[in-house]
């Protein structure tokens, strides 16, 4: 009874929006430079490329040649029309059947296998 009354009063605000491969969207950036105004600086960087879903809650995602992992609530979905070329071309890579594979040691490096 009580732990119903925590979930319903604490998470008004819980987002269960499911995330898949090759959808575009939006990163909070929460990185601020030492002696920089972060004032008018937008929040959200992107748009990148979600290259795939670990868990319900953390996604490999692309920005440019950056992959990294993040996690779901710092995701925003990208509702722009004009995409950037690379985030196109890389959708269309996968689309043609070209597989994204994950160097093992570094978790950084991608490489484009056609199969």
């Known amino acids: 009874m009580n732990q119903e009354r925590t979930r319903r009063d604490y998470d008004t605000k819980a987002r269960s929006f499911v995330y898949a491969v090759d959808v575009a969207f939006y990163?909070?950036?929460?990185?601020?430079?030492k002696d920089r105004c972060d004032k008018l600086k937008?929040?959200?960087?992107?748009?990148?490329?979600?290259?795939?879903?670990?868990?319900?809650?953390?996604?490999?995602?692309?920005?440019?040649?950056?992959?990294?992992?993040?996690?779901?609530?710092?995701?925003?979905?990208c509702?722009?029309?004009?995409?950037?070329?690379?985030?196109l071309r890389a959708r269309r890579r996968t689309?043609?059947?070209a597989v994204l594979l994950y160097l093992p040691r570094t978790g950084y490096g991608t490489s484009y296998v056609a199969m």
């Open 27 to 33: 990163v909070c950036d929460k990185a601020s430079l």
């Open 42 to 77: 937008s929040p959200w960087k992107g748009p990148g490329l979600v290259l795939g879903v670990i868990t319900p809650y953390l996604l490999r995602i692309q920005i440019r040649n950056a992959v990294s992992v993040v996690n779901h609530d710092h995701v925003k979905i």
């Open 79 to 87: 509702r722009d029309r004009d995409l950037p070329k690379w985030l």
């Open 95 to 97: 689309d043609e059947g």
